[in-house]
C-alpha cells in the first residue's frame, strides 16, 4: 500500500514495516504508518498545504517537523494540534485549519491531580549529551529524570545516515549515527537509577524549585536537587520574500522527513547555507533519489567540513559561494528560487541574479541554543548546568563527551567528594568541538606501481578513523593525533578499509599490480547497487568535482564490517588514476538555472513572524516610530503572540535591529513565556478529593 511519496529503497536505512492505518484528510481517504507523525501521513498523501492563515490568507505547511513552531497545526479529531508532534492512529480524522478554527463543543478531559516526586537530577533532553550525562550518574547510582519530547531516544542521532567524524575510540568514529542512537540507547537500559521519559515535554520552571512536565499519563510537578538541560539546538531561519510558502523548510526537517519517516518529499532541492547541516542535508537527499539543483553559501567558502562540500561537488551540485537567496516564487507552494551575489557587506549585487526551478528549499543558516529553561532556573536559583548544543553549538562526537564531563560534575557538586573527571576529557571535548582548520594545497601522487590509498581530505578536522582501522598503522600524522591531516607512509596490501571508513568518502585506492596503463581506482560509495551497474562508462571527478575524465564500473560490491558503505571499482587511464576522487551522478543540464528570473517582490514584504504573519516592513516601521521594548513591539505589531512562543521570531528581529542601526543596549527583551509549548488547559485541572 505504499505511495509513490515513500522511499522505498535507500542505500542506508532499513524498510519500515507496513503496518498501515487508514485516516482522512479534509474528507479524502488517506493512508499512513501507525504511529508515524500526522504531519508526514499527510505530506505522503501528497498534501503539502496544511491551511491558510485567517490574516492574510498565506498557505502554510510543515516547517521545522520538530515541534518548536506551528506552521503544521491541523484539526485533529476535533483539536487543533501540531501535527508533526502527534503519533497517527486508525481512524482519526484530520482538517486543515482555514482561517481561525470553528471548534465545537470539546469534552474536558479526565485527567489525575498533578504528582508530584522528587529525584537527584532532571535531565531534559534524550540526545547524545543528555543520555550520556544520564549514564555517568546513573553509574554513581543517582536517580535521575531524563526527559525528552519525541517517541525514540537518541535526539537528533536518529536522523544522521552519515558515518561519524571524530575519534573512534572515543566517540565511534566511522559509525553512522542511526547506528549509534540504537548503541546509547541499548547501553542506557543498563543504568536503573535513570527512568526514562519519552512523549514528554517540559512546560516551566518555576520560583520553588519545581518543574511542571507533561507526559502522557498526565501532569507532572518534579524537584530536582539539579537541572541538566541538554534540550539541544533549534534551527535559525532567514526571512525573504516567500520564507513562509509550503516546500520552504529547515534542514532538519527535510532530513526528519527523508531519514526518520523515509517520505520522499521532494523532487528537485535547492539549499541555503553551507554548514554542516546545510552540506549534510544535501547528501542525503541525493541518497533519497532527490535532485539538487544547487547550494548557496554567503561566505567565501563553506563553513561545515570541506570534506562535505567536495563529495556533494563530486556528485554534481554546483555551490555559490558569496550568494543569499533573494526570494522563493509560488502560490500555494514554492515552485521557484532566486538568489544572487552579495559584496563585502552582503548586499545583493544587482545583475546577478539566477533563478532556479524548485520544489523544496532547505533553509541551513545555522542553530540556535534551547536554554531558555536553564535562564529561568538560575533566575529562580535553582542548580542548573547546560550540555551539549544547549551550551555551545558543535558536533554530535562533542555533545556526548560534553554531557559525561556534565554528569560527573553534577556527581561531584551532588556528593561533596570527587568523582573523577579524566584531564584528557576535558581537552577531547574541546577537540571535538574545533571547527574545520586550514585548507592546505592539494598534492598529487607520484607513485605509478603497486597499491596505495589517495587521502583527498585537506582540512584538519577533528577525525582519526582511517588511522587507527589501517591494519599496518600506515596512515600517519604528524600534527595532532585525532585533527592532523592524515598522510600515507607506504607499505600498503590493499585491504580498503581506510576507503570504507572514512567519514568524508575521501580516501580512494589506485591499484596498478594488474592494468599499469588502466589501473583499478576503487571509490566508497552510499548511493546504492541501482545507480551504477558492471560495464556502465561514468563521469569521474577530482577532490573538488572537477570532471577529469571517464571511467568503467568492474564492480560494486557492499564493504565487509561496514554495513551500508559500498565499494566502486573503476577501470581509468594512468593520467587521471592518481586524481580520481568520486564519480557526477547529477548531469549539469538538470542543475542549471532558468533562463528567465522573475519579479522580485518588495524586501519588506519578507514574513518575519510566522505564527501572526507580520512582515519586516511592520517591524521596521515600528521601531522607526521608537519602539525599543519588545512586548510593546508584540502589543502593537503581535510579533510574539503565536503558538510557537516566538521560538521563530524572537531570533529575527535582532537583525532587522541591527539594520536599523539600533543600539542593543537600547531595547527591553521579550518577557518569556511561562509554558514552552502549548498545552490543553484541562491538563493542570486533576483534583484529588477531600478525605
Not at 39 to 68: I, R, Y
Not at 74 to 102: A, F, H, N, R, W
Request: charge should be negative; include cysteine.
Amino acid at each position: 500500500m505504499a505511495t509513490e511519496a515513500r522511499i522505498t529503497r535507500h542505500p542506508v536505512l532499513p524498510p519500515l514495516s507496513d503496518n498501515w492505518v487508514k485516516f482522512t484528510f479534509n474528507g479524502r481517504e488517506m493512508i499512513g504508518r501507525k504511529g508515524e507523525m500526522v504531519s508526514s501521513a499527510v505530506f505522503a498523501g501528497g498534501e503539502h498545504v496544511f491551511g491558510h492563515h485567517h490574516k492574510d490568507g498565506g498557505p502554510q505547511g510543515l516547517f521545522c517537523a520538530n515541534g518548536q513552531c506551528s506552521q503544521c497545526t491541523l484539526i485533529i479529531d476535533g483539536i487543533p494540534l501540531k501535527s508533526c508532534i502527534i503519533p497517527l492512529e486508525e481512524g482519526m480524522v484530520v482538517q486543515s485549519v482555514e482561517g481561525l478554527p470553528s471548534l465545537g463543543d470539546i469534552d474536558p478531559p479526565e485527567v489525575k491531580a498533578p504528582e508530584r516526586l522528587e529525584t537527584d537530577v532532571l535531565i531534559i533532553g534524550a540526545g547524545p549529551s543528555g543520555i550520556s550525562a544520564a549514564m555517568e550518574l546513573g553509574r554513581s547510582g543517582y536517580r535521575v529524570v531524563l526527559v525528552d519530547d519525541k517517541d525514540r531516544l537518541g535526539g537528533k542521532l536518529v536522523l544522521q545516515t552519515h558515518k561519524f567524524f571524530g575519534s573512534e575510540q572515543d566517540c565511534r568514529a566511522g559509525v553512522r549515527g542511526t547506528e549509534i542512537a540504537s548503541i546509547i540507547a541499548g547501553e542506557l537500559k543498563e543504568f536503573q537509577s535513570v527512568d526514562v521519559w519519552l512523549e514528554s515535554v517540559v512546560l516551566a520552571v518555576f520560583s520553588d524549585g519545581t518543574l511542571g512536565v507533561r507526559r502522557p499519563d498526565g501532569y507532572k510537578i518534579v524537584k530536582p536537587r539539579q537541572l541538566l538541560v541538554a534540550a539541544g539546538a533549534r534551527e535559525k531561519s532567514l526571512p525573504f520574500p516567500g520564507c513562509t510558502l509550503p516546500g520552504v523548510y529547515g534542514a532538519g526537517a527535510f532530513q526528519t522527513l527523508v531519514n526518520r519517516d523515509q517520505i520522499r518529499c521532494s523532487e528537485r532541492v535547492f539549499v541555503l547555507g553551507g554548514g554542516n547541516v546545510g552540506l549534510i542535508g544535501a547528501y542525503h537527499a541525493i541518497q533519497a533519489g532527490m535532485t539538487v539543483v544547487g547550494l548557496a553559501e554567503g561566505m567565501d567558502r563553506c563553513g561545515g567540513y570541506k570534506v562535505h562540500a567536495d563529495k556533494i561537488a563530486r556528485l554534481g551540485v554546483p555551490i555559490y559561494t558569496r550568494h543569499t537567496v533573494l526570494a522563493a516564487h509560488g502560490r500555494e507552494s514554492i515552485e521557484s528560487v532566486t538568489i544572487s551575489a552579495v559584496d563585502e557587506n552582503f548586499k545583493p549585487i544587482p545583475g546577478t541574479e539566477k533563478n532556479f526551478k524548485v520544489d523544496t528549499l532547505l533553509v541551513a543558516v545555522g542553530l540556535s541554543s534551547v536554554n531558555e529553561f536553564h535562564a529561568k532556573a538560575v533566575e529562580f536559583g535553582i542548580p542548573s548546568m547546560l550540555t551539549g548544543d544547549s551550551e555551545e553549538i558543535a558536533e554530535a562526537s562533542a555533545a556526548m563527551f560534553s554531557g559525561k564531563i556534565c554528569g560527573r560534575k553534577i556527581a561531584n557538586s551532588l556528593r561533596g567528594e570527587t568523582v573523577e573527571i579524566p584531564a584528557d576529557w576535558l581537552e577531547k571535548a574541546e577537540v571535538l568541538k574545533s571547527p574545520g582548520g586550514a585548507v592546505s594545497e592539494y598534492r598529487e601522487s607520484k607513485q605509478h606501481e603497486g597499491v596505495f590509498p589517495v587521502i583527498h581530505c585537506l582540512q584538519e578536522i577533528p577525525c582519526n578513523p582511517c588511522m587507527t582501522i589501517c591494519p599496518k598503522g600506515l596512515i600517519i600524522t604528524s600534527g595532532h593525533p585525532v585533527k592532523g591531516l592524515p598522510q600515507y607512509s607506504g607499505g600498503c596490501i590493499g585491504c580498503r578499509k581506510c576507503v570504507a571508513i572514512c567519514p568524508g568518502l575521501a580516501i580512494t585506492l589506485v591499484d596498478y599490480r594488474k592494468k599499469s596503463e588502466f589501473p583499478t581506482v576503487t571509490v566508497p560509495w552510499e548511493l546504492g547497487d541501482w545507480v551504477v551497474e558492471k560495464g556502465q562508462t561514468v563521469t569521474v571527478t577530482e577532490w573538488e568535482g572537477e570532471t577529469i575524465g571517464t571511467g568503467t564500473v568492474i564492480s560494486l560490491k557492499a564493504a565487509p564490517g561496514f554495513p551500508s558503505t559500498m565499494l566502486l571499482d573503476l577501470e581509468v587511464h594512468r593520467s587521471i588514476a592518481n586524481r580520481v576522487a568520486g564519480v557526477r551522478v547529477q548531469k549539469s543540464e538538470v542543475t542549471a538555472p532558468e533562463k528567465t528570473v522573475p519579479e522580485l517582490p518588495v524586501a519588506d514584504s519578507a514574513i518575519v513572524c510566522r505564527c501572526e504573519r507580520v512582515t519586516a516592513g511592520e517591524i521596521r516601521q515600528l521601531l522607526r516610530e521608537g519602539v525599543r521594548d519588545m512586548n510593546e513591539l508584540k502589543a502593537r505589531s503581535r510579533a510574539g503572540f503565536g503558538a510557537c512562543g516566538g521560538k521563530t521570531c524572537e531570533i529575527l528581529i535582532p537583525r532587522i535591529i541591527r539594520s536599523e542601526g539600533i543600539d542593543p543596549d537600547e531595547i527591553t527583551d521579550f518577557t518569556k513565556r511561562p509554558l514552552f509549548a502549548e498545552t490543553r488547559l484541562g491538563i493542570f485541572c486533576g483534583r484529588e478529593e477531600d478525605e
